[in-house]
């Protein structure tokens, strides 16, 4: 234990010469204390500390991932980025299951699989009451099943349509929406049932309990369940609706993302993601494709309109602001859960980085001109200042070239993708296509969501 008994400026610098009593460990040789010995013990401690975790994330990944997830379920930008990690490592991360999930992130047959405590609605009492009726009689074969054995005055009925919403009973059955419409009868069925257990008046299998607990009467048993009350045939959630509500109830989307068909579009087009927002210089012009979470309006003192922006990459969540003159040009393209390709500024504030919106562009509608070159086209000089002034005049006004430029690098049997800056994109993808044909050079048209 080291007693500090002074304390001495060395300068301007918030650095401190501490002082100590002789008998503590610092003291070395003809009783001279170790210079900075208390920042050195720092430095090895986070240096091991360093490669204790770098070790197990290169040789337990599934484990160490899993670990970071749990330890930072209750912040929502980093269990975004640790998702995106796993994308990235190949690790799959699962929706909650009703059979299989616990109470935080668990790694099972090289996947992770998320807690019943990340969703919403569903509480502590709620979780223990469902593990504990799987652990005492197992697996839950049915919606009837499940609300038959567990605890329903800790599992609501409002905890059952987030269990239900979020994909917890998909190995069960994958009808959501069918699931959804038997609920009501099903609970009501299931509470009858309760009641009559807790006054002696259960039914006949109920008061016979284990004691003739042959294969026939486990078939009756499970055929009581299945006989319990449902609601005519429906069809599924369309997918968009799934992906909203686990978006709502889990705070990510799990078992897909509306931006994961055009990922390697969008890299090449992008390839600074939200993520790396805070990396970037101030004003720097960046591009990205986000999905648009929420739309803020805001009348500035003038009576101008405006809007604060909610955005979302595969990484992570960012604001973006999208001034007067910018909103009255793309207002209609700020739709919540709409695909948009935009283009703007880094901009921080009170140590809060923003994207300044200046563009934007539906996802659906952007067409791209892909351009296919051979390794000499590349290299050449000439054939670049070609290309490059095909292009330039292609661009014309800047505000309305919005068609980015692809170029395909073929180099044996393998294919290169090079995002051509701005500078270069055209207004109309038809009218450069032809001229780039015209110049010998082999070009089409693609969409953004086509990869």
Known sequence: ??????????????????????????????????????????????????????????????????????????????????????????????????????????????????????????????????????????????????????????????????????????????????????????????????????????????????????????????????SAPKAKPVPDLPPQEKLRKEKELLGFYVSDHPLKSIRSSARVLAPVNLSQLGEQKEESTLCAVVMLNNVKKVITKKGDPMAILQIEDLTSQSEAVAFPKTYERISSLLQVDSRLIIWGKVDRRDEQTQFIVEDAEAVETVQMVMVELSVQQAATIEEQHRLRTILQEQSGDKQKAKVPVIGIVQSGTSRHLVRFGRQFWVQDSRSAVLALQNARFSAHTQLLTNN
């Open 1 to 226: 234990m080291v007693k500090i008994i002074t304390r001495k400026s060395l300068g301007t610098q918030n650095v401190y010469d501490i002082g100590v009593e002789q008998n503590h460990n610092f003291v070395i040789k003809n009783g001279l204390v170790a210079s900075n010995c208390f920042n050195k013990s720092h430095s090895t401690a986070y240096g091991y500390v360093t490669y204790q975790t770098a070790y197990l994330k290169a040789n337990y990944p599934l484990e160490y991932m899993t670990a970071l997830l749990t330890a930072n379920s209750d912040d929502t930008d980093k269990v975004q980025k640790y998702i995106a990690t796993c994308t990235n490592m190949g690790i799959q991360i699962d929706p909650p299951d009703i059979n299989r999930s616990g109470v935080d992130f668990t790694p099972l047959d090289g996947k992770i699989l998320f807690g019943l405590s990340a969703v919403r609605n569903v509480g502590q009492n709620a979780i223990a009451a469902i593990l504990e009726a799987r652990k005492s009689k197992g697996e839950f074969k049915s919606l009837s099943d499940f609300c038959d054995r567990v605890d329903l005055g800790a599992v609501n009925r409002r905890t059952l349509e987030s269990l239900i919403y979020c994909g917890a009973f998909d190995k069960i059955d994958s009808n959501r929406n069918q699931l959804l419409h038997d609920l009501p009868l099903v609970y009501d069925w299931a509470q009858s049932r309760a009641k009559d257990r807790a006054t002696g008046q259960g039914n006949l299998f109920d008061l016979l309990g284990g004691g003739f607990a042959s294969n026939t009467h486990k078939n009756t048993i499970q055929n009581s369940f299945d």
